[in-house]
């Protein structure tokens, strides 16, 4: 075990953070770590939006469900799929690369590179001993989101991450076992394994929730995964990417 593996299992999401605003060092340090992470063929197929504008963020914060944390934080990060920047790189170099970029497999790029930047931003700002949360509710209208952040087409924001210091350290919760989500050659099929190990987390859960809310809740994790699966959510994204020149074939 070293620091790095230290950092990584001590995560966990704050929500509520201190009304101090990052620095311009520790931002550029967020991002440039971003930017050492692996990235296909050196595509680079992402860019990064920060947001300080104080309207912005309550605009945002409103667009992504009226979470209180994306308006009040350090710092926003907009992580993007970005084929715009190569779309111009095609024209000036007088190449056919509209096919390509118009791929599913250039839009999984786009998205995979994003993640894998987004990823190290979060353990870069964990490791300063800052606190982070993913924003996927940003997706909810991005239509809207992206007039707001004036990207052009083929530039798709995915979801935000708030960064700031920590007012309050909120408890771990518990993943799915090792076991589960390890798979040592091939997948395991076997049903009765399966659902013992959901069985077992299910277990695992109901227990946090429990001990967390003075026995208020002994959610399922089953039970809560078919629930949120049940309500069918941003069903618009399909039309909304091909839109916007990318995934279209």
């Excluded at 860019?47 to 979470?67: M, Y």
């Excluded at 350290?169 to 049903?191: A, C, V």
Aim: some cysteine; charged content about 25%.
């Amino acid at each position: 075990m070293n620091d790095i593996i230290t950092t990584i299992l001590n995560h966990r999401s704050i929500r509520n953070f201190e009304d101090k605003p990052l620095t311009d060092e520790q931002i550029k340090a967020i991002v440039l770590s971003a930017q050492a992470a692996s990235t296909s063929s050196y595509i680079q197929a992402y860019s990064i939006i920060g947001v300080k504008d104080q309207e912005k963020k309550q605009k945002l914060a409103e667009l992504a469900g009226n979470q209180d944390y994306v308006e009040k934080n350090g710092h926003f990060f907009v992580f993007c799929a970005d084929l715009y920047r190569h779309s111009i790189i095609g024209k000036e170099e007088q190449k056919v690369v509209n096919p390509s970029i118009e791929s599913t497999e250039k839009f999984m790029v786009g998205l995979i590179d994003a993640s894998l930047a987004a990823q190290n931003a979060a353990i870069a700002a964990e490791s300063l001993g800052l606190g982070i949360c993913y924003i996927g509710g940003i997706r909810n209208n991005l239509e809207e989101v992206k007039k707001l952040l004036k990207t052009p087409d083929r530039v798709i924001p995915l979801f935000g991450l708030a960064v700031g210091y920590p007012a309050k350290m909120t408890e771990q919760k518990p993943r799915l076992s090792f076991e589960h989500i390890y798979h040592e050659n091939e997948y395991e099929q076997d049903m009765a394994i399966y659902l013992q190990q959901l069985r077992e987390y299910d277990e695992l859960i109901s227990n946090y929730y429990e001990q967390r809310t003075g026995g208020k809740r002994k959610d399922r994790w089953t039970a809560q995964m078919a629930q949120m699966l049940e309500k069918q959510s941003r069903m618009y994204m399909k039309e909304f990417i091909q839109k916007n020149k990318l995934d279209l074939r």
